[in-house]
């Protein structure tokens, strides 16, 4: 099973993976920034402790820094590694469960006058808010995030007139494709 929310008010993305009672979960975590020139670094760095993967990099063409932290919280074995970029990975092995929650930030700045960027490096707030909600867990988080969605998506209601149906959307197209006669039952 797999369930992934982005959550406005944690900062975070949330991806929860569950096996089933006769297997178990392997994978290996190994973000990758596209598109970067040859003159663009980026530093991914794991951590199998503390089962987190650093990434910190910024843009060439208009320096730009940007950060983002994950850190993955199972049951099963946590192991660090690198892919073939030098680049660390984390790998998840023997998991009934794992939670892979990611932050991510930038030093922009939405203002002109002080030219677009705070001057301080993003890991400090990226790395702040995964602790946060690290520390929140799973259930909180989802239970926070749904809470925020629906006060917002539960505002709006739509009538588009006519009599309500109980009919599903196949049984709809068939009633009137038949004679364009669609009555509510």
């Not at 092995?93 to 490096?121: C, K, P």
């Not at 867990?137 to 209601?157: C, K, M, P, W």
């Amino acid at each position: 099973t797999r369930e992934a929310f982005a959550s406005y008010p944690a900062r975070v993305i949330v991806s929860k993976f569950s096996a089933s009672e006769d297997d178990s979960l392997h994978f290996t975590l190994n973000p990758t920034v596209p598109h970067l020139t040859e003159k663009e670094a980026v530093a991914i760095t794991a951590d199998a402790e503390n089962k987190t993967i650093s990434l910190s990099g910024s843009l060439k063409q208009n320096g730009l820094q940007f950060a983002a932290k994950f850190q993955i919280v199972t049951d099963g074995t946590v192991t660090a590694g690198q892919d073939g970029n030098g680049n660390g990975t984390l790998t998840v092995d023997g998991a009934q469960d794992a939670v892979v929650i990611m932050s991510l930030g930038t030093d922009y700045l939405n203002d002109y006058d002080e030219r677009y960027r705070t001057g301080e490096d993003p890991m400090d707030a990226v790395a702040k808010r995964l602790d946060a909600a690290v520390e929140k867990g799973y259930e909180a988080l989802r239970a926070e995030h749904i809470g925020d969605y629906q006060s917002i998506f539960n505002n709006v209601t739509l009538s588009l007139g006519g009599e309500a149906t109980n009919l599903n959307t196949d049984e709809l197209l068939s009633a009137y494709r038949a004679d364009n006669n669609i009555t509510s039952e």
